[in-house]
């Protein structure tokens, strides 16, 4: 028999955090975050970290695990998640994956195996500078000519995927994205359901730029300050998050307050569009749409159906 796993996705803002304690509480699951930021101390109102209240008692695994000046990556992630899972399943409960980052999750659900090299790391050296040179465009224009579709999937900005795209290429003389795709053609060992939560685009956009507004009143200036006067660098994992570089940048003096906020409106807005882009690809993904379901009684309905019909609960 395989293990149940439940997964909910979906682009920020969308109303996952609400969502996953109601189900939670329905099934007795525990919460595994897949949030790249959440994972992160001391980094709050940027991440939209769901706080100890609102988690209603639900075990939380993946939140506040490493402090900002650790590097964190989808490797580290599939370890700690699958650790997780086995201790929740050893209590008789279903871990629930929670997230947007859907590269994480795709670790986790197919088990993929990402052959990270542990021994020479002077290619990878050589890489991180050239990035820092001449930034990661330029890295970028590198692993388009080396692989077509890994730089399809992979943004510009990510520099870390990028490196290990073309670590990967220069190691085996193979493409990473044909190697991920042998990997996700591989069954999942467990039996899951991969919901992703959605909602018409426009009402998705405006929580977005509402969300954006709250943040700054809550103070995420000054938790970047904080972070930045801590001594966390610009370019640690930490300092990528949406809202946390842009404001970083504007602490330099690069861009006024006002521009900042603007930068971070519409970058999440293209960022939310980009995790849209990957669940359609995904396979046996679950659509569980707000505009056509109505209110969250109906998306519980909904989804509860199709966890029976899995013989999950």
């Not at 659900?109 to 050296?125: M, S, V």
């Not at 999937?153 to 870390?160: A, E, F, G, L, V």
């Not at 060992?189 to 730029?209: C, G, K, M």
């Not at 989804?303 to 899995?310: G, I, S, T, W």
Request: glycine share 6%; net charge negative.
């Amino acid at each position: 028999m395989k293990r149940p796993l439940i997964i909910l996705a979906g682009p920020t803002a969308v109303g996952k955090t609400s969502l996953s304690i109601r189900l939670a509480k329905t099934i007795d699951a525990e919460i595994i975050s897949a949030d790249c930021m959440q994972v992160y101390r001391h980094m709050d109102i940027g991440s939209a970290k769901i706080c100890p209240e609102e988690m209603e008692g639900i075990p939380h695994h993946l939140i506040d695990a490493l402090e900002p000046e650790e590097d964190f990556n989808v490797v580290r992630f599939q370890q700690i998640a699958k650790s997780a899972a086995e201790e929740i399943w050893e209590r008789g409960k279903i871990p629930l994956v929670v997230g947007g980052t859907g590269f994480y999750i795709q670790a986790l659900l197919y088990d993929i195996d990402f052959t990270e090299n542990d021994g020479d790391t002077a290619y990878r050296e050589e890489l991180e500078e050239t990035a820092r040179k001449k930034g990661g465009e330029y890295l970028h224009q590198l692993l388009k000519d080396a692989d077509p579709k890994a730089a399809l999937d992979i943004h510009p900005n990510n520099i870390k995927r990028i490196i290990r795209a073309l670590e990967f290429h220069r190691q085996t003389g193979g493409k990473i994205s044909e190697h991920n795709e042998r990997e996700r053609a591989k069954k999942s060992p467990y039996n899951y359901a991969y919901f992703v939560l959605t909602d018409e685009r426009s009402r998705l956009y405006e929580r977005i730029d509402r969300r954006v507004d709250q943040m700054m009143e809550e103070g995420l200036p000054g938790e970047v300050r904080f972070l930045k006067d801590r001594g966390v660098r610009r370019d640690s994992t930490a300092m990528q998050g949406l809202g946390y570089k842009e404001l970083f940048a504007y602490l330099e003096g690069e861009y006024s307050f006002d521009e900042a906020v603007r930068i971070i409106k519409r970058d999440t807005r293209h960022f939310a569009k980009r995790q849209l882009t990957w669940f359609k690809r995904e396979k046996d993904v679950i659509w569980a749409d707000k505009s056509v379901l109505g209110s969250e009684d109906a998306v519980m309905e909904f989804m509860m159906e199709e966890l029976a019909e899995r013989g999950i609960v």
